[in-house]
Nanobody, 127 residues
Framework: QVQLAESGGRSVQAGDSLRLSCAAS????????VGWFRQAPGKEREFVASISWSVTRTYYADSVKGRFTISRDNAENTVYLQMDMLNAEDTAVYYC????????????????????WGQGTQVTVSS
């Protein structure tokens, strides 16, 4: 079992930047693909970005491409989501998730692809 804890969410102004962190409880996290999702009030949870266990593959939703960057520090068992040029549409609870497949080779973009979830961190962007 891998436990995930997100941090870094807060209220900001449009155009600001934030970096979210996802810290894992076990080093086995380093062999798992990780994704960030978000859920706004009244909306379904949506994919934001993912990164492979090997760090060689990243994938982004069109809505954040060019503004958000996912990265990971396997020495720290942590994945980051750098969010730049934030706008009001980015307001949501952000969740990180890890796949249960060790060293998976496929890109994972749906919630069903992931087995472990954090509790979420709120990001609010005021225009």
């Amino acid at each position: 079992q891998v436990q995930l804890a997100e941090s870094g969410g807060r209220s900001v102004q449009a155009g600001d930047s934030l970096r979210l962190s996802c810290a894992a409880s076990k080093s086995t996290f380093n062999n798992l693909s990780v994704g960030w999702f978000r859920q706004a009030p009244g909306k379904e949870r949506e994919f934001v970005a993912s990164i492979s266990w090997s760090v060689t593959r990243t994938y982004y939703a069109d809505s954040v491409k060019g503004r958000f960057t996912i990265s990971r520090d396997n020495a720290e068992n942590t994945v980051y989501l750098q969010m730049d040029m934030l706008n009001a549409e980015d307001t949501a609870v952000y969740y990180c998730a890890a796949s249960g497949q060790v060293k998976a080779t496929m890109t994972m973009v749906t919630p069903d692809d992931y087995d472990y979830w954090g509790q979420g961190t709120q990001v609010t962007v005021s225009s």
